[in-house]
């Protein structure tokens, strides 16, 4: 799966999961949490989305010893064959960063409710 300079080898059951599994791991880049590290599946990979691609590191536009940034651009392309290719499954960025949104919201809420009871 790809977006930008976010490139990732993920296992999931549908091509709009790996979709949202990407963008949950750019976005851990900007919303960070506790619960991020204890609730995600073991996946076998690094969850730091910056050390999935050599494409996500930009030494001229990185200041020495900082974090390289995974950026997406405006549709996942989601593909079994591998990078690049043209016969890939693409779905806009927007839609699957509100669907992810909608979890986070929703699982926030059934936190909170846990809490009360």
Known sequence: MQSGTFRSVVAADSARKAALW???QVMQQVLPTDEDNDSLPASGTN???ASQSPD???PASQ???STPVAV???RVRISERGYDRN???EMPTMEVVAEW???VLTLDRLQQ???RA
Do not use: E, F, K, T
């Open 113 to 115: 409710m846990m809490r």
């Open 87 to 89: 016969d890939c499954a």
């Open 56 to 58: 996500c590191q930009s």
């Open 22 to 24: 990407a963008v949950h």
């Open 72 to 74: 997406l651009d405006g």
């Open 101 to 103: 949104n909608q979890m």
């Open 63 to 65: 200041p020495a010893g």
């Open 47 to 49: 969850n730091n989305p």
